[in-house]
T-cell receptor
Framework: KQEVTQIPAALSVPEGENLVLNCSFT??????LQWFRQDPGKGLTSLLL?????REQTSGRLNASLDKSSGRSTLYIAASQPGDSATYLC??????????FGAGTQVVVTP | NAGVMQNPRHLVRRRGQEARLRCSPM?????VYWYRQLPEEGLKFMVY????????ESGMPKERFSAEFPKEGPSILRIQQVVRGDSAAYFC???????????????FGEGSRLTVL
C-alpha cells in the first residue's frame, strides 16, 4: 500500500532563504508526482508535475526533483518571499487520476 | 478559460438532510475527480468519473454517498442523511488527458466546505 510522507510538517524561514521540502513514497511504481500549494481556506494550485520518466521540473523559482528508485521528491523554492507562505502538498499518481497526498508542509516566510 | 468551478463554496446542513455539491470542469475536460479533506487530515480520493461513467469509486463510502457526471451539466456529489463526520472540504478536479497517455495534470477547484450541525 502506497504511503506518502512529507517532512518537515512545518517550516519557518526568513525572507530570502531557500526552501527545501521533502516528499517520500513507499511504492516506486508511480505514474507521476505532482506538487501543489494550498492557501488557508482555498483550493489547490498545481505547481509542478513530474512524469515518471523525468528526473526534474523547473518553473521560475521552483525546482522539483524525482528519484523513483529511492522513493523521493524534493521541492526547492529559491529566494523565498512572504507570499510563498502556504501549505505545500506532494501527491503521487498510483493510477490514473487517483492521487495519494502527503499531509503537507506548512511554510511560513517571515519578512 | 475559466478554472474548475465548484458550488456552493459553503454549505450548512443539519443532520439527516441531503447535501448536493456541484462541479463544472475546465472547458474541454471530460474527466472529473472528487477528493475530500477532513479537518487536520490530508486529501483523500473519492471517485473518478467520465461523462456518464463512473471509472473508479474505490474511495467512496459504501452508503449515503453517490456521484454522477451526466452528459449535460456539472458533476454532482450527493450525500444523503448527512452526519457530523461528513463535515469536510470537498474538492473537485479535472484533467485534460485520457488514459492513453500517462501525462495529465489535475486542476482543482476552490472546494465546497460542508458543515453539518
Amino acid at each position: 500500500k502506497q504511503e506518502v510522507t512529507q517532512i518537515p510538517a512545518a517550516l519557518s524561514v526568513p525572507e530570502g532563504e531557500n526552501l527545501v521540502l521533502n516528499c517520500s513514497f513507499t511504492d516506486s511504481a508511480i505514474y507521476n508526482l505532482q506538487w501543489f500549494r494550498q492557501d488557508p481556506g482555498k483550493g489547490l494550485t498545481s505547481l509542478l508535475l513530474i512524469q515518471s520518466s523525468q528526473r526534474e521540473q523547473t518553473s521560475g523559482r521552483l525546482n522539483a526533483s524525482l528519484d523513483k528508485s529511492s522513493g523521493r521528491s524534493t521541492l526547492y523554492i529559491a529566494a523565498s518571499q512572504p507570499g510563498d507562505s502556504a501549505t505545500y502538498l506532494c501527491a503521487v499518481w498510483n493510477s490514473w487520476g487517483k492521487l495519494q497526498f502527503g499531509a503537507g508542509t506548512q511554510v511560513v516566510v517571515t519578512p | 478559460n475559466a478554472g474548475v468551478m465548484q458550488n456552493p463554496r459553503h454549505l450548512v446542513r443539519r443532520r439527516g438532510q441531503e447535501a448536493r455539491l456541484r462541479c463544472s470542469p475546465m472547458k474541454g475536460h471530460s474527466h472529473v475527480y472528487w477528493y475530500r479533506q477532513l479537518p487536520e487530515e490530508g486529501l483523500k480520493f473519492m471517485v473518478y468519473l467520465q461523462k456518464e461513467n463512473i471509472i473508479d469509486e474505490s474511495g467512496m463510502p459504501k452508503e449515503r454517498f453517490s456521484a454522477e457526471f451526466p452528459k449535460e451539466g456539472p458533476s454532482i456529489l450527493r450525500i444523503q442523511q448527512v452526519v457530523r463526520g461528513d463535515s469536510a472540504a470537498y474538492f473537485c478536479a479535472s484533467s485534460p488527458r485520457t488514459r492513453l497517455t500517462n501525462t495529465g495534470e489535475l486542476f482543482f477547484g476552490e472546494g465546497s466546505r460542508l458543515t453539518v450541525l
